[in-house]
T-cell receptor
Framework: AQKVTQAQTEISVVEKEDVTLDCVYE???????LFWYKQPPSGELVFLIR??????QNEISGRYSWNFQKSTSSFNFTITASQVVDSAVYFC???????????FGKGTRLHILP | DGGITQSPKYLFRKEGQNVTLSCEQN?????MYWYRQDPGQGLRLIYY???????QKGDIAEGYSVSREKKESFPLTVTSAQKNPTAFYLC??????????FGPGTRLTVL
């Protein structure tokens, strides 16, 4: 069965600190996709990244970076030099190749304090 | 502008009434989805549709109904059978495998 666990319910850091959001997943499929979405206070989910299970290269996009490790079934998300605008709920999600459905974790609420 | 629109943004319903939430997309996506989000919770799938005139139940379909008569539109009706309908409802669409794009959401409150 598919499952996504975000053990950190809520995190608070001071602006300019680095912060890592953890995501651990479970799947029996060998081909799958992993996602991160951001939900700002407005409510809309914003797509950040999709990785497929064959690509374990880390990815960097500006202040955002993602570390995918199949050996530990983890797909962690790091924000470098955090800013107040990064305050949001962040969801990690998983989709198996033959399935059009996405399974979401419960989210991590991130507070960036000025 | 391409995107997904949901209306209304806020909706108030009296107990025992049915209400319909609108979701429209002009991305030419084949698949559309409805999710429910409760405070402090992740997203739970209500219904999804991969093609016009076809849809499947998600994990929490009881008390909800949908239709997919046009590719662009996937309205959700919250019926009086839904015991606890107060929640934030998100619509999404996707083309091809997996990546879903979301609308701004509708916040439903039962008075």
């Amino acid at each position: 069965a598919q499952k996504v666990t975000q053990a950190q319910t809520e995190i608070s850091v001071v602006e300019k600190e680095d912060v890592t959001l953890d995501c651990v997943y479970e799947t029996r499929d060998t081909t799958y996709y992993l996602f991160w979405y951001k939900q700002p206070p407005s409510g809309e989910l914003v797509f950040l990244i999709r990785r497929n299970s064959f690509d374990e290269q880390n990815e960097i996009s500006g202040r955002y970076s993602w570390n995918f490790q199949k050996s530990t079934s983890s797909f962690n998300f790091t924000i470098t030099a955090s800013q107040v605008v990064d305050s949001a709920v962040y969801f990690c999600a998983l989709s198996e190749f033959r399935d059009d459905k996405i399974i979401f974790g419960k989210g991590t609420r991130l507070h960036i304090l000025p | 502008d391409g995107g997904i629109t949901q209306s209304p943004k806020y909706l108030f319903r009296k107990e025992g009434q049915n209400v319909t939430l609108s979701c429209e997309q002009n991305l030419n996506h084949d698949a559309m989805y409805w999710y429910r989000q409760d405070p402090g919770q992740g997203l739970r799938l209500i219904y999804y549709s991969q093609i016009v005139n076809d849809f499947q139940k998600g994990d929490i379909a009881e008390g909800y109904s949908v239709s997919r008569e046009k590719k662009e539109s996937f309205p959700l009706t919250v019926t009086s059978a839904q015991k606890n309908p107060t929640a934030f409802y998100l619509c999404a669409s996707s083309m091809g495998p997996n990546t879903q794009y979301f609308g701004p959401g509708t916040r439903l409150t039962v008075l």
